[in-house]
T-cell receptor, first 113, second 113 residues
Framework: GAVVSQHPSRVICKSGTSVKIECRSLDFQATTMFWYRQFPKQSLMLMAT?????????EQGVEKDKFLINHASLTLSTLTVTSAHPEDSSFYIC?????????FGQGTRLTVV | SQKIEQNSEALNIQEGKTATLTCNYT??????LQWYRQDPGRGPVFLLL?????KEKRKERLKVTFDTTLKQSLFHITASQPADSATYLC????????????FGTGTRLLVSP
């Protein structure tokens, strides 16, 4: 099946700094990618839809200036958490759909200290 | 508001038995429903998709049913194995774009040898 690679798998950063997470579709082109956030024992919550060559679409309550999304090519989307705070600590997961199936990255565990 | 409910308590069963997980939803008319497996610290992995006009789908030891009248899906794993231990998520899609998914909180399955 298709493969989505997400990097890094874990990152610890200081409060106030920015962190970039990459999501790559390795063997297929993804005009659309989705970014989710998952808190412990909770569901995946969709943050935004990343569209290649255009602006991302953010879900209600998600700050677009804080969570910057760039989808510059058909195989790469990036999520940058700007001015990170401890409450941004979470598990971030990207996914890319291929026909009727969604392929997920391995996830990034972000810890802000 | 849309709500997807999965049993939050872990399901403990013995190896060889059939595991049955439930997904109920309200205020939603999905075009399809998907089941995913998620291991700790990893992204979800797609298992099965069932469309609104399908009653049942099978794949090896997995079986999914979809009752749009009851607004419920049942996910069965027959001849369960310890390796099946994981969290299983249901996801609904189709209302706001074919590949945009709304996830349940998941049910953790523990299969004892």
């Amino acid at each position: 099946g298709a493969v989505v690679s997400q990097h890094p798998s874990r990152v610890i950063c200081k409060s106030g700094t920015s962190v970039k997470i990459e999501c790559r579709s390795l063997d297929f082109q993804a005009t659309t990618m989705f970014w989710y956030r998952q808190f412990p024992k909770q569901s995946l919550m969709l943050m935004a839809t990343s569209n290649e060559g255009s602006k991302a679409t953010y879900e209600q309550g998600v700050e677009k200036d804080k969570f910057l999304i760039n989808h510059a090519s058909l195989t790469l989307s990036t999520l940058t958490v700007t001015s990170a705070h401890p409450e941004d600590s979470s598990f971030y997961i990207c996914s890319a759909p291929d026909h009727t199936e969604a392929f997920f990255g391995q996830g990034t565990r972000l810890t802000v200290v | 508001s849309q709500k997807i409910e999965q049993n939050s308590e872990a399901l403990n069963i013995q190896e060889g038995k059939t595991a049955t997980l439930t997904c109920n939803y309200t205020n939603y008319s999905p075009a399809y429903l998907q089941w995913y497996r998620q291991d700790p610290g990893r992204g979800p992995v797609f298992l099965l998709l069932i469309r609104e006009n399908e009653k049942e789908k099978r794949k090896e030891r997995l079986k999914v049913t979809f009752d749009t009248t009851l607004k419920q899906s049942l996910f069965h794993i027959t001849a369960s194995q310890p390796a099946d231990s994981a969290t299983y998520l249901c996801a609904l899609g189709g209302n706001t774009g074919f590949q945009k998914l709304v996830f349940g909180t998941g049910t953790r399955l523990l299969v004892s040898p």
